[in-house]
């Protein structure tokens, strides 16, 4: 092809920007173009030759191959304006829809869905996206009897359905159909759900069940806003229902008042629309269906979404929404693909400018369009030239199943003359065969508009799961699709070109929407029975504002017992002198070292601080478990080693530097260079250390690795280093609160306060322990019975009781307990043993960082799930994820009541109506937890409004701080 002649083909190929509400619509794509769906077959095979631009004829894209199957082929494109083109040709090309076009108008279903789903453009959206508030699929073990009626176009349908718990493989199904009277559609919503009420009475008197209570799900085929499963105000009537009282009500409770007079023990627990029903009908055990298309009188579509990206409603996992998208191109977006023939057809429509994708869609339009293009194509006299047309002027002369007749190869021509000749007219045979060939044409394209709607939502939801292949079922009701194999193979074949990344099966329902809709009053009654007991399960991890109030009360009443000289041997909270008597204030300089023990990992620095700020050079050494469980001598000789490998790393030689240590377990304090181990905490036992001066310990070390150069002048608690290593940037800082592996805190009280020293002028930093609040029994009402078999389970079962309920080291095997809870009363994965999850440690916190993500999808949840061979659901990612948000939750509160005390003590003890505070804050939990930190932050302002607490994150650990303890230490030597 040469440059002019592809430039022209371009002009026609490439997809029209969206038009305007108003403007004209674009010039149609020609047939053959390549891309292109076009519309004949066999029967008509003497007159489906297009002209090409040198006067030969081509085949139409959109024909079949040998066997009979649709095949695309290619073709050079011409314009429409031709003198070669014909009126039928230009009908036909108006009538036919290139590949790229339908990609253009893809894109804009996905904009348009996204606009659906924003909280902020969704009144605005021409998709609404409307949540359904349906959070599962069925898993197969769905019992019970259940009332079902359905609102058809011309009748009401009721259903009695049995679900067997076989995987719905077999329901058992009664069902009677009730006429609907003529002017019922267009009467009063009192007659029509008075109407729908005796139709139940008749129906449970005809099958004698008029004495049971019956859970009754309505499947209601409008638009409606849902804000629960069962309540739904209708946003507008289609398919010409226009009951007066009706639209902004809701739905359900004007069935329900309606069956009240007729009946008392019928209940409605559930609404949903057609494609709800049909998508909940196609899910068997195994084997879930996430979308479904009805394409009937009207079309919808629905899909399970991450309620995550559903911004009108707040939930968890995911929901079913249903797309609406009877309306896409009510905003304009449809206009360059719209043709006369569909503007006249939607001008004598109900609701004119409405509707416009379902009007090019649904089998109550579809005949219209037909009929239309016959009286344009008669007008130009390219058909019936012989006969008088008028009747073809008669709105609903030609029904669209009519027209399904007409496409069929066999009998097609036949029934065409027969119905041309019923309406008075003398066809001819090519009369006939363009008959046909409009009626493929109009046929083609609905099945290539509703290919371009689902390829929209398949492409989303690949997208959103961020998954390279979806592999899903589509669950598909609708007299087009059900009973007419070519729009089936259109549907198809065009879904599988828009969405190639995507592997679907398409599933016809078996008996319409109604054993669906038993299925979503199941599946509600299901869950409803789940979430109460799950309520039961997790209830006692869920604390009142009263809970954290009562707490908050308990922790400030063991902080005085622990200052007391009396009360302190009794005291939970041990609230231990440091000897640290002031924060740093920017005079401290000079080279130090710091040690920084509180864990598996240990770390050794070199800090340097100076007027132009701190530079530090550092080093993590591992401790290995048999150490860390061994003997003393064996712990502190790899310390000792640790630093030894240090020095010779960083050059320092000989030099003798002031050291601090941070030890970060409990330690009764003599001085600021001499601490009592008073217990082991974060899985430590080392031997012969308890009681002992650990800076002593470390010394004896030294001496034994003949180890010369060690000048401890300091040793501190890891929370102490964090408040010191915060405070050099911030005055304000005198706090410190460390949530990692294990938690505790530290402040600056005022030293008239501190009775276990002596003194009462200034201040001192107190090492609270708070991880052993509640180690005499106050807390025993807010112990679970998990958090009980975990601390049993401990090397220190009764011990940092408080630090059991908050720590790294503790929830990930919470959340553990709770889960095999779940499997063992069936509301996790199906009940079935998971052999992985009863080994202890196995599901470790950061797992609950991880899975409490905003916005991690499902199936990363799942597959985190999956490495620990738990094979699960969607519905057990999502309660999973609840047991994880519930633990943390609860241990942010908690944390947040303990801090509370800490402030509201500080701000009595300086006599302010206002404390303004800055807490100091290290530890992976509150870093690197999604949630923690802000649920800490939440609840600290709710329980303390008269404190203003800034929270700063620790950058270099509590090692930093330690040198900076040491630093105060020497500045105050050298004053």
Not at 43 to 58: I, M, N, Q
Not at 213 to 240: M, Y
Not at 279 to 288: A, D, L, R, Y
Not at 621 to 638: C, D, K, M, R, S
């Amino acid at each position: 092809m040469s440059s002019p002649e592809r430039r022209t083909a371009n002009r026609w190929r490439g997809a029209p920007g969206r038009a305007r509400p108003g403007q004209p619509p674009s010039p149609p794509a020609p047939a053959d173009h390549p891309g292109s769906f076009a519309v004949v077959g066999r029967s008509c095979r003497l007159h489906s030759r297009l002209p090409g631009r040198d006067g030969s004829e081509t085949t139409a894209p959109w024909s079949r191959d040998a066997e009979g199957s649709p095949a695309m082929n290619h073709h050079p494109s011409h314009p429409t304006d031709g003198p070669a083109c014909t009126p039928v040709q230009r009908a036909l090309l108006g009538l036919t829809i290139p590949l790229e076009t339908l990609q253009v108008l893809k894109n804009r279903m996905l904009q348009a869905m996204g606009e659906g789903l924003s909280r902020q453009t969704h009144a605005q959206a021409s998709v609404r996206m409307l949540p359904t508030y349906i959070c599962s699929t069925p898993n197969g073990t769905e019992k019970g009897e259940f009332l079902v009626v359905e609102l058809c176009q011309k009748h009401v349908r009721t259903l009695w359905v049995t679900l067997q718990g076989d995987g719905n493989q077999s329901p058992q199904v009664t069902q009677n159909i009730f006429d609907m009277p003529e002017d019922i559609p267009q009467g009063t919503g009192e007659a029509l759900f008075d109407f729908i009420a005796q139709c139940v009475q008749k129906f449970l008197t005809d099958i004698s069940r008029l004495e049971d209570h019956l859970p009754l799900g309505f499947v209601f085929p409008f638009s409606c806003k849902q804000t629960r499963l069962d309540k739904a105000e209708l946003i507008s009537w289609s398919k010409n229902f226009s009951c007066s009282g009706v639209e902004g009500k809701d739905i359900v409770e004007l069935l329900q008042s309606a069956i009240n007079k007729q009946l008392k023990n019928v209940e409605v627990v559930a609404l949903m629309n057609n494609t709800v029903g049909t998508m909940m009908t196609c899910s068997v055990e195994g084997k879930p269906c996430e979308i479904a298309l009805v394409v009937d009188q009207g079309t919808n579509s629905c899909f399970m979404a991450e309620a995550s990206l559903v911004e009108t409603v707040e939930a968890s996992g995911r929901m079913c929404v249903s797309t609406e998208w009877g309306c896409f191109g009510d905003d304009g977006s449809l206009n360059d693909v719209v043709t006369p023939y569909d503007q006249h057809v939607d001008e004598e429509s109900s609701k004119p400018g409405e509707r416009r994708f379902e009007k090019l869609v649904g089998t109550l339009y579809l005949g219209e369009i037909v009929r239309h293009t016959m009286i344009a194509l008669a007008a130009e006299k390219a058909v019936f030239v012989e006969s008088n047309i008028n009747i073809l002027k008669t709105k609903g002369v030609l029904s669209t199943q009519q027209a399904m007749e007409i496409i069929d190869e066999e009998e097609g021509m036949a029934k065409a003359r027969s119905l041309l000749e019923g309406l008075g007219l003398r066809p001819s045979e090519p009369d006939c065969c363009r008959m046909q060939q409009v009626c493929r044409a109009v046929v083609s394209r609905a099945a290539a508009l509703c290919a371009t709607g689902l390829s929209a939502i398949l492409t989303y939801m690949c997208r959103s799961r961020e998954l390279e292949c979806l592999t899903v079922n589509v669950g598909v009701d609708g007299d087009l699709y059900q009973g007419h194999s070519r729009f089936r193979e259109i549907l198809e074949s065009v879904t599988a070109l828009l969405a190639p990344d995507c592997k679907v099966t398409f599933v016809p329902t078996l008996d319409g929407t109604g054993r669906g809709a038993a299925i979503v009053t199941a599946v509600a009654l299901r869950l409803v029975a789940q979430r109460r007991e799950v309520d039961q399960v997790l209830a006692p991890l869920r604390l009142s504002r009263d809970d954290l109030k009562r707490v908050q009360g308990l922790m400030r009443r063991e902080m005085d017992l622990g200052l007391g000289r009396e009360t302190n041997p009794t005291a939970s909270v041990r609230m231990l002198p440091t000897y640290v008597r002031n924060t740093p204030d920017g005079g401290e300089q000079g080279k130090f070292l710091a040690l920084d023990l509180g864990g598996t990992n240990f770390r050794v620095l070199m800090v340097e601080v100076g007027a132009d700020g701190i530079r530090m050079a550092s080093e993590i050494y591992v401790i290995p478990t048999a150490v860390t469980q061994g003997t003393g001598e064996a712990l502190f000789n790899h310390i000792v080693e640790c630093i030894m490998d240090f020095q010779v790393k960083q050059d320092l030689g000989d030099q003798v530097l002031p050291l601090g240590f941070t030890f970060s377990f409990p330690c009764q304090q003599l001085g600021l260079d001499k601490a009592v181990l008073l217990t082991w905490t974060k899985g430590f036992s080392a031997s012969d250390c308890v009681g002992k001066d650990v800076v002593q310990l470390l010394r004896e070390a030294a001496q034994r690795k003949q180890h010369l150069g060690l000048k401890v002048v300091a040793v501190v608690n890891d929370t102490v280093g964090t408040m010191m290593s915060c405070g050099y940037d911030d005055p304000k800082c005198e706090i410190g609160l460390i949530v990692g592996t294990g938690t505790n805190a530290c402040y600056m009280e005022e030293m008239h306060n501190v009775g276990t020293v002596e003194g009462e002028q200034g201040r001192m930093c107190i090492n609270m322990e708070w991880g052993a609040f509640g180690d005499n029994g106050c807390l025993d009402d807010i112990f679970t019975d998990f958090d009980l078999v975990v601390d049993k389970k401990t090397i220190n079962p009764g011990k940092q009781r408080f630090e059991k309920l908050i720590s790294g080291m503790y929830l990930g095997e919470i959340v553990r307990h709770i889960l095999l809870a779940l499997v063992d009363k069936r509301l996790l994965f199906h009940g079935k043993p998971c052999p992985k999850l009863q080994t202890n440690n196995i599901f470790p916190t950061k797992f609950l960082s991880t899975i409490e993500i905003d916005g991690l999808g499902l199936r990363k949840v799942q597959a985190i799930l999956e490495d620990l061979e738990l094979q699960a659901t969607f519905e057990d990612s999502t309660l999973v994820r609840e047991v994880c948000q519930t633990v943390s939750k609860r241990a942010a509160q908690l944390c947040a009541a303990g801090l509370a005390a800490v402030v509201e003590k500080m701000r009595q003890n300086q006599g302010l109506d206002q404390l303004v505070v800055t807490v100091g804050v290290d530890g992976t939990l509150y870093k690197l937890h999604p949630c923690f930190s802000q649920h800490v932050q939440q609840t600290l302002k709710d329980l303390a409004p008269k404190c203003i607490v800034t929270f700063r994150q620790s950058e270099d650990g509590s090692g930093k701080g330690a040198a900076l303890v040491a630093a105060v230490a020497c500045r105050e030597v050298k004053l």
